[in-house]
């Protein structure tokens, strides 16, 4: 008992040095949006190519994701994520100098192979350092990490740091430099720590058999076919279409209403605070009062509403009340989405990556869409109604998938 809180302290440590990770991925994943309107212009990209811009690194995640899940189940989170770092941090250099669409496309795409990693790497960390039914604040330490990157991309980043650095092929210069700079100093925290080493797997097989195509098949049937983990799927699916298709246009959306560039980024940054204050609040409150599933079908509610009065609002006080709306349902579904697989039977602390895996394999559709459908809408149309409607109802969709787990449960 004496030793529990310096192992505490160990495993905190880890995790939270772990969780700039996520800090520089969404740093750089939002330098895109948060400058959309200045590259559109600039490269002369139409809304579509900047939609598919925008949504190019879910787009990744769609053939990557079950496999990365099942690299990083195999041979360890860390290690797994020191090499997406430097991918991604490499990809955000690419795109500094890069001349037009194409290009822009494919430093995008490459970047979100590192952003893989990270995403499925994290889980798997806590999973491997917390025992079960202790992973919910060190999964809030990380989400809050990557709040704070997308955050102050929109804060900082755009109004502040990128004017200072003479625009945005500078900053996606430096905030690619420092991504690859933190990318090696976790490398050798990876190392000295043996976290990799320490994990291992359930069954104690070793690397190669791991990897055998039996081992390998015998995991996906075991993921794919449980309808618990279906049924995230379709909330991840609908989480990630609102998340990517808001962050992804709101800036511009609420500068197309007569704002300025940076109240527009400092509005879209009130949306990632609020998103924290879910991701936060939501799976405490959840856990305390035994309220997971119930607690899903209320954050899509909240998502949809939010969404629903910022499409009826201006660009005043209504829509920043949607705006806080929006945050707070999305908030809360990014941890429970990853929380809750360790604690399903049939999946645990040895499937997490797969698990999770799954769930941005095709969920990442709904976050290549999202974006996507707005910018594409928008050309068809003239205006951001139509695809911020798309979004709305994928808060419905959440709901009602909440509902269906609940169900599942009291059976």
Not at 40 to 54: F, M, R
Request: a neutral charge; hydrophobic letters at 50%.
């Amino acid at each position: 008992m004496g030793s529990s809180p310096a192992v505490g302290r160990r495993e905190y440590g880890i995790t939270l040095v772990a969780s700039a990770s996520y800090t520089c991925l969404l740093f750089v994943w939002f330098s895109l949006p948060a400058y959309l309107p200045t590259i559109i212009d600039d490269v002369g990209l139409t809304s579509t190519q900047a939609g598919v811009l925008a949504g190019a690194i879910p787009l990744t995640y769609i053939p990557l994701a079950l496999l990365s899940g099942l690299v990083v189940d195999r041979i360890g989170p860390a290690r797994v994520i020191a090499a997406g770092v430097l991918v991604y941090g490499g990809g955000q250099i690419g795109r500094s100098v890069a001349p037009g669409f194409a290009s822009l496309l494919a430093f995008t795409l490459a970047m979100g192979v590192g952003a893989t990693t990270v995403t499925f790497g994290l889980p798997k960390l806590v999973s491997t350092l917390f025992p079960s039914g202790r992973t919910g604040r060190p999964t809030a330490i990380y989400l809050v990490a990557a709040s704070a990157g997308s955050a102050g991309v929109f804060a900082v980043g755009r109004p502040v740091l990128g004017p200072a650095l003479g625009g945005w092929r500078p900053l996606f210069l430096w905030s690619g430099v420092v991504a690859v700079c933190y990318g090696a100093v976790w490398s050798i925290v990876a190392i000295r720590t043996g976290v990799d080493d320490a994990g291992g797997n359930e069954e104690g097989e070793n690397a190669a058999d791991a990897f055998e195509p039996r081992a390998l098949a015998a995991d996906l049937r075991r993921v794919l076919t449980h309808r618990e983990l279906q049924l995230l799927v379709v909330i991840g699916t609908m989480y990630l279409l609102i998340n990517h298709g808001i962050q992804g246009w709101l800036p511009t959306l609420l500068e197309s209403r007569g704002l300025p560039a940076a109240v527009a980024g400092r509005a879209t940054s009130a949306f990632v605070v609020a998103h924290v204050v879910g991701v936060l609040g939501v799976p405490e409150l959840a856990d305390r009062f035994g309220v997971e599933r119930p607690a899903l079908a209320g954050c899509g509610t909240a998502a949809f509403l939010g969404i629903a009065v910022l499409i009826a609002g201006d660009a005043g006080a209504v829509a920043l009340l949607g705006v806080v709306a929006a945050g707070l349902g999305s908030g809360g579904l990014s941890p429970l989405i990853r929380t809750i697989p360790p604690d399903l039977e049939g999946i645990g602390a040895g499937l997490t990556g797969t698990a999770v895996g799954f769930i941005f394999a095709v969920g990442e559709v709904g976050g290549f869409l999202g974006p996507v459908l707005v910018g594409t809408l928008y050309d068809a149309t003239g205006s951001y109604a139509p695809g911020f409607g798309v979004l709305a109802a994928g808060g419905v969709g959440v709901a009602a998938a909440g509902v269906a787990l609940v169900a599942l449960d009291r059976r």
